[in-house]
């Protein structure tokens, strides 16, 4: 009876010895990340999309009146110039007058934000990038410890890596426009339900605010991130479809679930977004952003656009044309292919060589290309002209899951893998897998 308090007391030492290495990796994790994309990121980058919302922080900090403003982005011209970052460095340029023009495309939500964040920080356009660039390190690097609980140390470590080194993860992280963090959140928060499904009610809630989050400051990649939200979900449900029934149903209720949860949070978003485009017609505000924005995006008519020569040949171009053209394009869409081929390779090989069909491997893969594909597909016309855009979509979870097959199989053949394994138990020990 004596030893139980000294067991007692060992558990409570160990347990805040498991919380501060966690928490001192976690803070690792993010510092170096955060580091990485702030100093690495191209500041040049889609700087007209970002000029959107530096107007608004230029509204913001110098206290203009923009009395026609009915979104969260816009743009201030002058007779001279429409460079809000001009602006932002020389507010004279406004003294003489100006004219503010509604972004209607999206509710912009992010211009709204920053707007009035501008009234009370000084240097807001560099201190928000700081803040992005730190909320998506935050937001990978605890996705990167749910993948650990799952499905190991060489995922997590696939996963963090690749989304460091990324030039388009690092490229894209600071941008004021795109709020690439709000990208991964669904995903962490599908994780999560993954990982404590009895918490999976309390997680709901936080699924729909972010998908409504990310719709509010743009449509654009939504069905990615929507997917993304269930694709380790999916991944699951495959790999116990034959094995456990019990299991499948629980996880095809949270599926569908989230899924339902998630198409309901854009449908509020398109709604209030529709309500206020058209003055209050709900109706004339969703057939304007139907005629004017979705099909210029999707798969409209070409004749309908004839003023524009590049948007007929994106709306006459066929969905296999586009994703070929991902596959392809630049650097990063020809590793993309490279990685693809080297996955698949890796997956025959097994199954011919070693006659072992490496399920959970073969369905990450799977799921993961048709997850980041999502919006090569559904945004056709907008991917086939904006490839240095939309090719970020390749590291959505492809780009890491596919480096992850190669590895594993390198490692697998060298002897590694088994030697990994016993040295990650250490790690498990502290609460990380």
Known sequence: MSELPLLKNRFTTDFATRRILKTLLLSLMVLVMTLNYWFGSDPGYQVDSEGLVVTLIDAGKFGLELPTRHFGL????????SDAYLFYNDPSLLDNGFTYYDYESQLGLQGWVFWFLAKFIPHPVAAFRLINSFLLSVVISLI??????????IMSVCFYFVSLFSYWMTTFAPNLYW???????????GLVCLNNHAKRFWIYPLIFIAVAF?????????????????M???????????????????????ILTIGVISLVAFAATLFIHAYIRGGGDIQEGMTSIYQHDIQRRTFGNANDFTYNQALMNSLNASVFEVIAKYLWVGKTGKLALTMLIASVFVIVFRLIKDHIFVVKDTWLLVVSFFTCIAWFVLGKSHSYIHTDINIIMWYMGFMQISFYVVLRFVLDKLSIDNFIKLKSTGFERIDLS
């Open 144 to 153: 990167c410890l749910e993948l650990n609980k799952k499905f190991g140390l």
């Open 74 to 81: 816009g743009t201030i011209e002058t007779p001279e110039t």
């Open 179 to 189: 709020m690439a963090f709000s990208w991964f959140i669904p995903m962490l928060l």
């Open 214 to 230: 990310k719709s509010a400051m743009g449509y654009e990649f939504v069905p990615v991130v929507m997917l993304g939200s269930i």
């Open 232 to 254: 380790f979900l999916v991944v699951e449900w495959l790999i116990v479809f034959n094995q456990d029934k019990e299991r499948r149903k629980i996880l095809t209720r949270t």
